[in-house]
Structures are given as C-alpha cells and as structure tokens.
C-alpha cells in the first residue's frame, strides 16, 4: 500500500505535468528547454504541428529530368531529397515533409508557405554555382551561358525558346563559346541573402580553407579583370575583383529580397546530383485547414464523450476509473505530439482516436477478468490482482500484433512516399504504447487505491463493481 501510494502521486504529478504541456499558452523558455532533453532549439509548445491537410499550404512532385532510357546514378536520388530536405528547412518552412516516392521521384509537402512559386523554383533548381573567367568578354547579368562544367545549357535553352517550350524573355542567350569555370559552388562554406548600406539586397559568402586559397591564387592573378558568377549557366553578376579575395566576399546584382534568399539557399546546399521537374503542384487552402481541425476536435471530443459513458455505463466505479485514466491517457498522448514534435494530419488524428478505442480494450479485459475470480469467490483484492496480472498476457499480445501492423504501414509509407499512411502509423503506434501504460499501470494504481480506502464496502456493493 505504501508503494502504490508513491505511485499514485507519481501519477497525479505526471498528469498535471501533461495538462501543463498540452495548455494552448506560452510557457517559460526554461521549461521548453527542460523539456527538449538539451536540444539545440526549443520545443515550442504553444501550438501543436500541424500538417498541409490542416493548415494549408503547398503539395509539390518532383522528378528526375533524364533523356529517356537513363538512370540516375546510385545514391543519386537520395541524395536530391537530402538536399531538397536542406533547402526546405533554409526556406524557413516549419514541418515541411520531404520524401522518396518510387525511384525518380521526390514528394515535397510545404505546411503554410505564402510563395509556393518561389519556394517550387528554389526546390527543382540544380543550384550549379561556378565562377567563370569571362576571357575579356562582357558578360551581363541574367546571360545565359555555356561553361566547361556545364558546356551545353546555352545550346539547349536556346533550342527550348525556338521550340516555343521556354519564354523568349530568357534570352539573351550566348552560345558562340564555352567559357572556363574556374572553380564550382564546392568552395563555398556558406552563403547569406543580405542589405548593403543602402538596402539593396545582396549574397555574402564565405569559403572553405582548400577554396579561400584557390580563390586566393585565381582573384590575386586577375586583379582589375572581370570574373563572372553563374548559378545553372545564368550569369548572377560580373563584378571587376579589385583585390584579392581568400576567405569571403559578396555577390551584388538587382535582386529583391525573395531573389537573394532563394539563390543563397540554393548556394548554400549544393547542386543537386540529377536535374528535377515539376510533375504536380496541389495548393489546399486554409480555409480548408479550419473546417477540417474543427470537424477533426468534434470527432474526437465526441469519441472520446462517447467511450467514457459505456464505461461508466457498464462498469459503474470501475469503469469511473479507467475514465480518469482514460483522460490521462488523452493528455499523454496530446503532450508526446508536442514534445516530438508530432505533426498532426487527418490520418494522425485518426490513428489517434481509434488508439483511444484500444485503450479502453484493455480496461475491458482487465475488468471482465476481474468479474470472473469475483464470482468464482475470490475476495475484491485478490480479484482485481488476478484480473490485472492475468489479462496482461491478451494484453501484450493483441498490441504487439496492432504494433507490428504499424510498423508495416511505415515503412509503406515512408518508402511510397505516402505521408498519410506514416501519420496514420505513428499515432496509432505512440497510442498503443501509451494505452498499455494507461491501463496496466495508472488504472491499477487508481484501484489499489480505491481498495485501501474502502476495500470492505466495495465487496458488499456488488452493483457499484458491475456485477
């Protein structure tokens, strides 16, 4: 008794603690700390994360652009989506999704995004930065051009305005020569959009320690000469180097805010090992976010109404128990969401419920069990102790098999790139497990607890059990 004391208070503390997290406030920041295991950023615990079905936003489909009958190479794609995945999170797009679908293809799914026509250019460009020693020549901005590393993308841009598949304001295109590149986007360590001293929008860059000194010996041999920046063969700026330059410099051209953070993004995370087209773009609007998370809480307020009146129904005190711990329940599985972060869809929501459904499974068992040692003349005590102890094993096995099944419909989900499958996986999952918690640990504790305080009038009081 002494021990199940300690545990009931560990009980109510966990869940005042889970009712604190899922509160819809600002809490303290060390809490958020505290609570993020030392995470480097915070858990913001305001809001629960909320996926493009939800909130709105952009659904994006990508696919490797290959002539027909090639490959990409080995790891190829997999890399693409590293780099998506890089430039994504660069945008500044909180929960975005990012997954394989098939071989070729790169599902992207952008929660809440304001400029999907911006954020669909910086995804799908190859982002091939070089500097490019123009060989005298005047080269301007927005020229596109032929270069070593990339000797044909003036040819064939070119031959996609004559073929009326691009629009003729992308020329002027120079294709009379292939320009030396002298050193790839590799050398870069990193690349911010920023404002000069006069608020126009420019790209500062800092090198490597192997490509400060190869910037160094090329900037230092060419002092007074012109030297060209091109990102996919389309000159950014042609700037004249005045000095030597090893360590940092800066890229300047008429851009506006949303031009320099795209191109720093694309700098910044590299050049994509296969080019990529867009095959799909789905735009769900917020307002459709509203209607579904407001008919998604009615669904589970109702459900949940629902459960908790055909246990008390049914089980009467009992069942007045596994309630409490029912709702606990709910609020261990809302405070995990945050605390993951979860990303809530409709799916989720609904792997989430039907947990819900599972919990009460086992409370159901345990309480069934418990009426058959009663009426087989074991005391109260010795009865729920059985009816715990000796549904467990139903228990086990029944969550262990809906866990395998999970398991299953993740990596469905996360190979095929079906993110609706995966949310539906997780939750059901993260429910599960809590379920068994709930019901082996917190519903015993309230019963031992019951039994201590009045063990002696529950056995007289057959109805008050159920029976």
């Given amino acids: 008794m002494r021990t199940n004391s300690v545990s009931l208070v560990l009980v109510l503390l966990l869940a005042a ?54 490959s990409p190479a080995d790891g190829a794609m997999d890399t693409a989506r590293s780099i998506v995945e890089s430039r994504v999170n660069g945008l500044g797009v909180a929960e975005a999704v990012v997954q394989a679908q098939g071989d070729l293809r790169i599902i992207v799914e952008l929660p809440g995004i304001s400029n999907p026509d911006a954020a669909v250019e910086t995804l799908r460009s190859t982002g091939q930065l070089e500097f490019v020693d123009p060989a005298g020549l005047t080269l301007s901005q927005g020229m596109v051009i032929n270069t070593t590393n990339r000797p044909t993308v003036a040819t064939d841009l070119e031959a996609d305005i004559l073929a009326g598949r691009v629009r003729p304001e992308l020329l002027p295109v120079y294709t009379d020569r292939v320009f030396r590149t002298v050193m790839t986007g590799d050398v870069l360590r990193t690349a911010v959009a920023t404002q000069d ?27 007074g000469q012109p030297m060209a920046i091109v990102l996919d063969g389309r000159v950014l700026s ?61 669904a589970g307020i109702l459900g949940v109404a629902a459960v908790l009146l055909f246990m008390l129904a049914l089980y009467r005190l009992p069942g007045l128990l596994a309630s409490v711990a029912l709702v606990i329940y709910v609020l261990l599985n809302l405070a995990i969401f945050k605390l993951i972060p979860v990303t809530l869809t409709l799916p989720g929501i609904a792997g989430f419920i039907l947990s819900v459904g599972m919990a009460v499974d086992a409370n159901i068992l345990i309480f069934e069990r418990m009426k058959e040692e009663i009426r087989n003349g074991r005391s109260l005590r010795l009865a729920v102790e059985a009816g715990f102890s000796r549904a467990w094993l ?20 996360n ?38 305080a009045g063990g002696q009038r529950l056995s007289q009081s057959r109805a008050l059990l159920g029976i």
């Fill in 415 to 452: 190979t095929f790139g079906a993110s609706v499958v995966k949310g539906f996986a997780v939750t059901l999952s993260i429910g599960v497990v809590l379920s068994m918690f709930t019901a082996v640990v917190i519903s015993r504790t309230f019963m031992r607890a019951v039994l201590s």
């Fill in 238 to 298: 042609a700037p004249v180097i005045n000095a030597a330059i090893r360590d940092s410099g800066v890229i300047t051209g008429q851009f506006d805010r949303a031009d320099a953070e795209s191109l720093a993004v694309q700098m910044r995370y590299g050049a994509l090992p296969v080019p990529l087209k867009v095959i799909d773009i789905r735009t769900i609007g917020a307002s459709l976010g509203r209607d579904s998370v407001e008919s998604s809480l009615r």
């Fill in 394 to 413: 139903a228990i086990r096995d029944g969550n262990l098999s809906t866990l395998i099944s999970c398991a299953v419909l993740y990596w469905f989900g």
């Fill in 197 to 223: 001293q006069f608020n126009q929008w420019q790209i500062n860059f800092e090198l490597t320690p192997a490509g400060g000194e190869q910037f160094f010996e090329y900037t230092r041999a060419h002092i």
């Fill in 17 to 70: 603690l889970t009712f604190y997290i899922v509160l819809p406030i600002d809490h303290p920041a060390w809490f958020e700390r505290i609570v993020s295991l030392g995470s480097e950023t915070p858990r913001d615990l305001s809001e629960f994360k909320l996926g493009l079905d939800l909130q709105g936003g952009t659904q994006v489909l990508l696919e490797a652009d290959l002539a027909e009958g090639q």
